[in-house]
């Protein structure tokens, strides 16, 4: 039936046929006309269902491969306007969270929807802090790894068993064990993602620091030699934070989808969170940082630059220009510009890193040209990053592992929004079926 004006009012007690907030829709198939209320830019899908040819019809439903233009929730934690090159978390620009801030008092952003006071930082710093040591169980997963395992692989198995050894987290409906899990959760990575460093490395694990801040501790976990005492450059400390407040969130992309997604189902959060980390290990995502350094290696001398561009061009989509393009920004990716800036502070202390005249070569003649210029294809959070996480000493095979350390604040941030939604249930999309029709099964014999 057809929502007539006289049969569905507003709150207001307005019809709907009235009413300026509406789609009129008419489908010429019956000839029928539909009301349908517009709130927030958006049409509710489900009020397509009504739309049907006759009693038999199952109504109609809106076709979307990869979400294209379908909101799946919605959410007070990011902002990003795509075509000006907006970004940011619970309102504040990430230029100033990124100037201003760290990536600690960020998550507590994200997470709790407010900058924290003085004491309420102190005592969030205080948990995250007292929960960064594994449980020495863990350590076993670790070694039962080959040593040229992938970091990624690595990190999205443990997070997994993570589950294992606190059963407590299948909790989700209580505070105070969601409370737990979070500081578990944003402690225990960066322990987890120095530890599979170091087994890759055949290296003793190096135990977290109270001592330390959260980046500082991360990055002593990587790279102290236990026979030697040692501290991070503080400018290199400032320059992987800020990354992490960069990649910290970003509304609804591959990883953050699945993390929804999995978490709909009322599972754990460690287990949700190795589901996201697998989305983002793939070079269209997180692995992507991986993907520009292998490009720029590949190119080889800016000489190079012109004949590599007319390669991807010319692959009509095969080969692609990694680092360059997003789903979302239409224009410069904010978090780019702010990664450029840093790589030059990175590159007085480490030394310019041979690659980057490469880059930057790419970019200048990218940006000149019709083909990126027409589809709008400018550098994104990669196309930079990887060059400062190789000149402080990262390998690459780590890279996606720099991305997800931070994100995971950003992926339990969702998660909480989500749970704490009247309106979310299980995820479960629609299906267009264009299979056989119903047929009768044929013995092998017969086939
Ligand atoms: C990020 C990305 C997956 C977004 O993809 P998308 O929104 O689905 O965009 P599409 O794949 O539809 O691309 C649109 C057009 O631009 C082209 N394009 C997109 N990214 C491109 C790139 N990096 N290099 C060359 N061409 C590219 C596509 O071939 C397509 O061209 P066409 O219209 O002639 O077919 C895509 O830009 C990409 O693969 N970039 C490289 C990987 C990367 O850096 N990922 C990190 C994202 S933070």
């Known amino acids: 039936m057809p929502i007539a004006e006289t049969e569905t009012k507003g709150a207001a007690g307005v019809a709907?046929?009235?009413?300026?907030?509406?789609?009129?829709?008419?489908d010429r198939?019956?000839?029928?006309?539909?009301?349908?209320?517009?709130?927030?830019?958006?049409?509710?899908?489900?009020?397509?269902?009504?739309?049907?040819?006759g009693p038999d019809d199952f109504?109609?439903?809106?076709?979307?491969?990869?979400?294209l233009n379908t909101a799946a929730c919605k959410s007070r934690i990011t902002f990003i306007d795509g075509d000006k090159g907006i970004l940011r978390y619970r309102g504040y620009p990430i230029e100033q969270l990124a100037e201003k801030s760290n990536y600690l008092e960020v998550a507590y952003l994200l997470l709790y929807g407010e900058l924290p006071t003085r004491a309420q930082y102190e005592e969030w710093t205080h948990h995250i802090t007292f929960h960064t040591m594994l449980h020495e169980s863990l350590k076993k997963f670790m070694d039962g790894f080959n040593h040229d395992a992938h970091?990624?692989?690595?990190?999205?198995?443990?997070?997994?068993?993570?589950?294992?050894?606190y059963p407590d987290a299948r909790n989700i409906?209580?505070?105070?064990?969601?409370?737990?899990?979070?500081?578990?959760?944003?402690?225990?990575m960066p322990t987890l993602a120095g530890f599979a460093y170091r087994h890759s490395l055949g290296m003793s694990y190096v135990y977290p620091d109270n001592d330390l801040t959260y980046t500082e501790n991360f990055l002593n976990m990587l790279f102290r030699i236990p026979s030697k005492s040692w501290r991070p450059d503080p400018v290199l400390v400032r320059a992987l934070d800020v990354l992490f407040i960069l990649?910290?969130?970003?509304?609804?992309?591959?990883?953050?989808h699945a993390m929804r997604g999995i978490g709909s189902s009322h599972t754990d959060p460690y287990s949700a969170v190795a589901g996201a980390a697998a989305a983002l290990y793939g070079p269209l995502h997180g692995g992507a940082n991986e993907?520009?350094?292998?490009?720029?290696q590949e190119i080889g001398s800016i000489s190079q630059v012109p004949a590599f561009i007319k390669e991807v061009k010319e692959g009509k989509g095969e080969k692609r220009l990694m680092g360059f393009g997003h789903r979302v920004y239409k224009n410069y990716d904010p978090r780019a510009k702010i990664i450029k800036r840093i790589a030059d502070e990175v590159f007085q202390v480490t030394g310019r890193n041979p690659l980057l005249d490469i880059a930057l070569e790419l970019e200048r003649i990218a940006l000149q040209d019709d083909y990126f210029v027409k589809r709008k294809l400018y550098p994104n959070v990669d196309f930079y990053s990887g060059l400062i996480y190789q000149a402080i000493g990262i390998p690459t095979a780590a890279f996606t592992v720099l991305f997800a350390i931070p994100r995971t604040s950003g992926w339990i941030a969702?998660?909480?929004?989500?749970?704490?939604?009247?309106?979310?249930?299980?995820?479960?999309?629609?299906?267009?079926?264009?299979?056989m029709g119903e047929r009768d099964f044929v013995p092998i014999e017969k086939r």
């Open 151 to 165: 970091p990624m692989g690595m990190l999205i198995a443990t997070v997994a068993a993570m589950s294992t050894f």
């Open 29 to 53: 198939r019956t000839g029928k006309s539909y009301e349908i209320p517009v709130a927030e830019g958006t049409i509710r899908a489900i009020d397509l269902r009504q739309i049907k040819t």
């Open 291 to 296: 993907e520009v350094l292998k490009m720029l």
């Open 247 to 256: 990649h910290a969130d970003h509304e609804q992309n591959c990883g953050t």
């Open 414 to 435: 969702q998660w909480g929004e989500m749970l704490g939604d009247t309106e979310q249930k299980i995820a479960r999309p629609r299906q267009v079926y264009l299979g």
């Open 59 to 67: 109504g109609l439903m809106s076709y979307d491969p990869a979400f």
């Open 173 to 188: 409906h209580d505070p105070v064990s969601r409370q737990k899990q979070t500081w578990r959760l944003i402690a225990k």
């Open 16 to 26: 709907l046929a009235e009413r300026k907030d509406v789609l009129t829709v008419i």
